[in-house]
């Protein structure tokens, strides 16, 4: 039986909402798209609740006409820097240690992992297990039907500015479409681009977008830390502006047609026109000049990533390397270029499994609104995925009895 599911990824460069549909096969067919140019956001937030309110609706609209579907519920990927995280552990005793470890259990040793003091203005977004120990014994990914005494959890919990989260719902909802849940959108980029290996492996995904630099590592097939930076592509695109002297609009033009992040590997003979202000005719302007510019700003924000990759500590942990998604990694060069900065392996992620309008979201700018599709059927599969259906019991308890995203129109 195939499930219809909404993700809308509101980004600070587009708002693009998904429509899929998901096999029996767990194949993901997306059957709809809607894509406008983003209003009302800046570095992930809401800046202005009209206009994203009046963005997402026509991102909404071309999804349905896309479809053929009504759409009323969705997944909802949030990011910017008012996104904070920290490990956390939770302990509570079985309840019932003749039936072994119930969902119960595990919905009651997740909220002490989440018992802790919030910063001012902040809450709860998601809490994601790392490991559970069922009386000492270590390493346990499912531990549902064990038998013990004790059971304890490692979490990861991810929190959110109140604001922020409650002007983005606002949005959404004033598009008339309820939001089934808010997700991390490095977390639901994941989900799309990076490999069951590479996860276990242990691998950072860095999804470089418009206004945000979104960071996730995996370890032991989940999450151990997760960061948003307030850096994006738009700082490459205020560079090209005040360097060559051009509006943004046209600047981001010119980073999309004749950007690359690496100057050595433009030839000095490429060149192409610009009109610059205060100029009265075009102006020609060496490629590797451009390029230059990008790769200046480029490397900052990896050399941030970096820095946030020290600072988890789990820098020596990851084999597999990065995964690079988001609109800024399909400039030409970003691999070879990260591969330089952090001597490890880099690839480009781009969304994997998919089946119908594939030509539409086979790309790197993509990965978070595909990951939102896929984010149901996480939680759903009947034969469980071991600590991400354990993390989420509790969550789906209380969407269970409204949930569906989508009604056929």
Request: with cysteine; aromatic share 4%.
């Amino acid at each position: 039986m195939e499930r219809s599911v909404v993700g809308i990824d509101v980004g600070s460069h587009k708002i693009q909402v998904l429509v899929g549909e998901i096999g029996h096969d767990g194949v993901t067919r997306i059957v709809g798209l809607g894509s406008v140019p983003s209003r009302g956001v800046r570095k992930g937030v809401i800046v202005n609740v009209s206009e994203a309110t009046a963005a997402i609706t026509e991102a909404v609209e071309r999804a349905e006409q896309s479809s053929g579907y009504q759409i009323e519920r969705t997944f909802v990927g949030v990011s910017g820097a008012h996104i904070t995280s920290r490990n956390s552990q939770g302990v509570v005793g079985v309840s019932r240690r003749d039936r072994g470890i119930t969902p119960d259990d595990v919905d009651r040793v997740l909220e002490a992992a989440g018992a802790i003091a919030l910063p001012q203005n902040q809450e709860l977004l998601h809490i994601i297990p790392r490991t559970y120990i069922v009386d000492g014994q270590e390493g346990v990914r499912d531990p549902l039907g064990m038998h013990g005494f004790r059971l304890e959890v490692e979490a990861h919990v991810v929190m959110g500015a109140t604001t922020a989260l409650q002007n983005l719902t606002k949005c959404v909802t004033g598009a008339g479409i309820e939001v089934s849940e808010l997700v991390l959108t490095s977390l639901a980029a994941g989900d799309a681009v990076l490999s069951e290996t590479e996860k276990k492996m242990g691998v950072v995904l860095v999804d470089i977008g418009e206004g945000t630099t979104d960071i996730a590592i995996f370890i032991e097939g989940t999450i151990w830390h997760t960061r948003s930076l307030a850096l994006g592509g738009e700082y490459i695109t205020n560079d090209i502006a005040i360097g060559l002297r051009l509006p943004s609009e046209a600047a981001e033009e010119v980073k999309l047609r004749h950007g690359h992040t690496l100057a050595t590997q433009v030839s000095e003979d490429e060149r192409f026109t610009i009109s610059p202000y205060g100029e009265s005719s075009p102006l020609v302007v060496p490629r590797w000049k451009l390029a230059e510019i990008i790769q200046a700003r480029v490397e900052e924000i990896l050399e941030s990533v970096q820095q946030e990759i020290k600072r988890s500590g789990y820098g020596g942990l990851l084999p597999a390397g990065l995964v690079l998604c988001g609109g800024t990694a399909q400039l030409p060069g970003m691999q070879e270029l990260g591969r330089d900065l952090f001597g490890l392996p880099v690839q480009i992620g781009v969304p994997q499994g998919l089946s119908g309008l594939v030509d539409k979201v086979n790309n790197p700018a993509s990965a978070v609104s595909v990951g939102l599709v896929r984010w149901t059927p996480m939680w759903e599969d009947a034969g469980g995925i071991g600590a991400w259906k354990a993390a989420r019991t509790s969550w789906w308890k209380r969407l269970g009895p409204w949930f569906r995203t989508l009604l056929p129109g």
